[in-house]
């Protein structure tokens, strides 16, 4: 909004022409995300403890320490960060960029979906909330929107294509098959990060480290001149996409401080399902869905522990792992919370680096 309101007068006030720059509304961004989180938070821990008295319910086949350091924690504390991202965002991003709406149609639409999930567990007193086919369905009903709006306004040298790590020159032709591959990336990063929240601060630092990751990628993407020395593919318009992870960032290192161990509230569906959904749509914008396989790393082995669990169960009566998510198999090994969680946020820095690799190993 700044954006709008002020560049038109820089050339009567020569101080506004800061606000042309990505880089500078990123930072501040990341400073209004944060300050918003750390004003409202308090306010909204209070609201949502006066809304729930018995805080979110606690699943009675998971660790037995849970029954009692979790019990009474309230949750869908992402309306915490959905605020601070959204206002941060629509206060600093240029909202004639239409890759800014897509992106928060998504994280909006997702956030939704979980809200509700989350009323449904408080409500009933049970962890199931929403039936997975309709939390699948709405989920697929947005990601599909998004990838149609996505596709119709790509480049056309990119238009229906999937681009390969490692390799520059390389475009695989996805054709009619490219909406629902981007489809399946929202989905699944959606869900990915909803599985890995489990312990308290698990999700939110590797969230706040592919945003950040994907701050740097978009704002590369979005500038043809970058683009063109690192030989990745240019999405003009993508860097735009820079002031929204950044406002992802502040956000998340602001819930981090409530968030914390021992967490005063949980994030709940209500971010994890639309903050991972975010980072996908990011990844597809930018073209670089499969490097947030690599990126997000972490929340590819969550989801891939659950899958593994499942299907194993199924054809052989076995289970691979004491617990899945995998991070519920370490604590039934012996491994105490915090060391869970610091090892995973090691983990995730390790995948991200190895992303960021993808930049320049070509």
């Not at 004003?39 to 037995?64: M, N, T, V």
């Not at 590797?206 to 990745?232: D, E, H, K, W």
């Not at 975010?278 to 790393?297: D, F, N, Q, T, Y």
Request: glycine share 10%; with cysteine; charged share 10%.
């Amino acid at each position: 909004m700044l954006y709008n309101l002020l560049v038109p007068l820089a050339g009567q006030v020569t101080f506004f022409n800061l606000f042309r720059y990505i880089t500078f509304r990123s930072g501040a961004a990341v400073f209004t995300a944060l300050i918003i989180s750390f004003y409202f938070g308090p306010k909204i821990i209070r609201w949502l403890k006066s809304k729930q008295a018995e805080g979110q319910p606690i699943r009675l086949d998971g660790p037995e320490s849970h029954l009692l350091t979790k019990k009474g924690t309230p949750t869908m504390g992402g309306v915490m960060i959905l605020l601070a991202v959204t206002v941060s965002t629509l206060l600093w991003a240029d909202l004639s960029n239409p890759y800014i709406w897509i992106v928060l149609f998504v994280t909006l639409g997702f956030g939704a979906i979980g809200f509700r999930d989350d009323y449904l567990k408080l409500t009933k007193r049970n962890t199931k909330g929403l039936s997975s086919r309709k939390k699948m369905l709405w989920q697929a009903l947005i990601s599909v929107v998004a990838a149609s709006a996505v596709q119709f306004l790509a480049p056309d040298n990119l238009s229906g294509q999937i681009a390969v790590p490692f390799f520059k020159n390389i475009l695989i032709n996805a054709g009619i098959f490219y909406v629902p591959f981007a489809l399946i990336v929202m989905v699944g990063a959606s869900n990915a990060v909803n599985l890995t929240d489990g312990l308290d601060g698990l999700a939110i630092v590797p969230i706040m480290i592919v945003a950040g990751c994907f701050s740097l990628i978009t704002y590369l993407v979005g500038n043809a001149v970058f683009a063109n020395y690192l030989q990745i593919h240019s999405v003009p318009g993508a860097g735009e996409l820079a002031v929204f992870c950044a406002a992802l960032v502040g956000a998340s290192l602001g819930f981090l401080w409530f968030n914390a161990p021992p967490a005063q509230v949980f994030m709940g569906d209500t971010g994890s399902l639309a903050f991972g959904g975010s980072l996908g749509v990011i990844s597809v914008i930018a073209r670089h869905e499969l490097v947030l396989a690599i990126i997000g790393g972490l929340f590819v082995l969550e989801a891939l522990s659950v899958i593994i669990q499942v299907v194993s169960f199924k054809t052989t009566g076995k289970r691979v792992f004491k617990m899945a998510p995998i991070h519920h198999h370490f604590e039934k090994m012996g491994w105490k919370e915090p060391t869970v969680v610091i090892r995973f946020w090691i983990i995730s820095c390790i995948f991200a680096l190895m992303g960021l690799a993808t930049l320049k190993l070509r």
